[in-house]
């Protein structure tokens, strides 16, 4: 299975990384910066820098916008909780 793509240009589909995904599943679930980057090894920094460049990618204003987004894009999963990635790709690949 491939990584889940979010919009880019007309036409082209942009993946996100490992990092993104696993950030969005931490925000998904209600997690901080801080306990992100706890969990993940990040500095808070780190993780907004993640958090900010998902909100560019799914077109998001702020971080509930960009949970919204994720799953009606079907990058997050409805049907699993915690939170999870479609697809499941997202364990795989550099971060």
């Given at each position: 299975?491939?990584?889940?793509?979010?919009?880019?240009?007309?036409?082209?589909?942009?993946?996100?990384?490992?990092?993104?995904?696993?950030?969005?599943?931490?925000?998904?679930g209600?997690?901080?910066?801080?306990?992100?980057?706890?969990?993940?090894?990040?500095?808070?920094?780190?993780?907004?820098?993640?958090?900010?460049?998902?909100?560019?990618?799914?077109?998001?204003?702020?971080?509930?916008?960009?949970?919204?987004?994720?799953?009606?894009l079907?990058?997050?999963?409805?049907?699993?909780?915690?939170?999870?990635?479609?697809?499941?790709?997202?364990?795989?690949?550099?971060?």
């Amino acid at each position: 299975m491939s990584a889940p793509t979010v919009p880019g240009p007309p036409g082209r589909l942009k993946p996100l990384t490992a990092t993104e995904l696993r950030v969005l599943e931490a925000l998904a679930g209600g997690a901080t910066s801080l306990q992100i980057g706890l969990r993940l090894h990040l500095s808070r920094q780190g993780v907004d820098y993640h958090v900010n460049r998902l909100q560019r990618s799914l077109r998001a204003r702020n971080r509930a916008s960009l949970i919204s987004r994720a799953y009606v894009l079907g990058v997050l999963r409805a049907d699993a909780w915690p939170p999870r990635a479609s697809g499941g790709s997202h364990q795989r690949g550099p971060a």
